[in-house]
Nanobody, 124 residues
Framework: QVRVEESGGGLVQPGNSLRLSCSVS????????GGWFRQAPGKEREFVAA????????EYGEAVKGRFRISRDNTKNMVYLQMNGLKPEDTAVYYC?????????????????WGQGTQVTVSS
């Protein structure tokens, strides 16, 4: 069974940065795409960013383009989300997800394993 666990969330002031980490353990897929989604209270889950197995393919949600950056370290089974220029509207629970295979995935249905989420609150 694959285990996915996020860390790094917290309270941050607008304009500041935060880095989320996602560890993948257990019976992991040989190759997997990594992704981040978020869900704010009363809103639907939203795609944030994704990266394919090689790290060369990435995709970002419109709301975070130019501010967030996804990365990964396959030797450590880690996926990261660097969030810069945070805004109050970035406040949400952030979820890490992984999906079997080499190719880039961007929809929630393509990801088979999810973490429990980590809260990010942007407020002064």
């Amino acid at each position: 069974q694959v285990r996915v666990e996020e860390s790094g969330g917290g309270l941050v002031q607008p304009g500041n940065s935060l880095r989320l980490s996602c560890s993948v353990s257990g019976r992991t897929f040989i190759n997997y795409s990594g992704g981040w989604f978020r869900q704010a209270p009363g809103k639907e889950r939203e795609f944030v960013a994704a990266m394919d197995w090689s790290g060369r393919g990435t995709e970002y949600g419109e709301a975070v383009k130019g501010r967030f950056r996804i990365s990964r370290d396959n030797t450590k089974n880690m996926v990261y989300l660097q969030m810069n220029g945070l805004k109050p509207e970035d406040t949400a629970v952030y979820y890490c997800a992984i999906g079997r295979g080499w190719e880039l995935k961007t929809t929630a249905a393509e990801f088979g394993a999810w973490g429990q989420g980590t809260q990010v609150t942007v407020s002064s």
